[in-house]
């Protein structure tokens, strides 16, 4: 698969704040920087939630493997680092506490998706679909054979109930 260009740059800042993290826990005492450790880990779950709270389906995917990797770096921390200090790890998971949660999967699927589907159809209805052609390749597009629909004869709002009552099911 192919990742944005900016969601492969997040996915790669995230790796780095977890490598360097375990890197200043695995230095030896004079070169060891615990704080800063606990720093970067609760900086890569930082970016993992914000990048959670975007509307993509493919942002949330990321943003969820981000949260993962931060996840995984902090429990190999709390195994292996030494010299993080019990008011540190407090510290961390009260700041952790305080992060917004990342929305639902089902959420955007059932808000976001269910709602694209519904503007589409009503652009349909009222043949406004200039622009969502641009969507996909030359002489693909699903609306097509669309242009000699005629509009009055379509029920729109059992079309819409009907759209709608597939997203509940």
């Known amino acids: 698969t192919v990742l944005l260009p ?4 997040y996915r790669e800042v995230t790796t780095s704040l977890c ?14 920087d615990p704080a800063g450790a606990v720093r970067d880990l609760l900086a890569a779950k930082r970016l993992a939630a914000h990048i959670a709270q975007e509307r993509a389906e493919f942002e949330l995917i990321v ?4 949260d993962r990797q931060a996840s ?8 292996h680092g030494a ?3 019990a008011a540190q790890w407090r510290s961390l998971g009260a700041a952790l ?21 519904l503007d589409v159809t009503e652009r349909m209805a009222v043949r406004r679909l200039n622009g ?12 097509s054979g ?24």
């Open 19 to 32: 490598d360097r993290a375990m890197l200043r826990l695995s230095g030896d005492k004079p070169n060891a």
């Open 132 to 143: 969502l052609e641009s969507l996909f390749p030359p002489g693909n597009t699903p609306f």
């Open 72 to 79: 995984a770096a902090i429990e190999t921390a709390a195994r």
């Open 97 to 117: 506490d305080r992060l917004e949660p990342a929305r639902p999967f089902w959420q955007m699927l059932d808000v976001d998706d269910r709602w694209s589907v």
């Open 146 to 169: 669309w242009s000699g629909l005629e509009r009055g004869a379509v029920d729109w709002d059992a079309v819409l109930k009907d759209e709608n009552a597939l997203w509940d099911e």
């Open 6 to 9: 900016e969601l492969m740059r």
């Open 63 to 66: 943003a969820a493997a981000m």
């Open 83 to 85: 010299g993080v200090s």
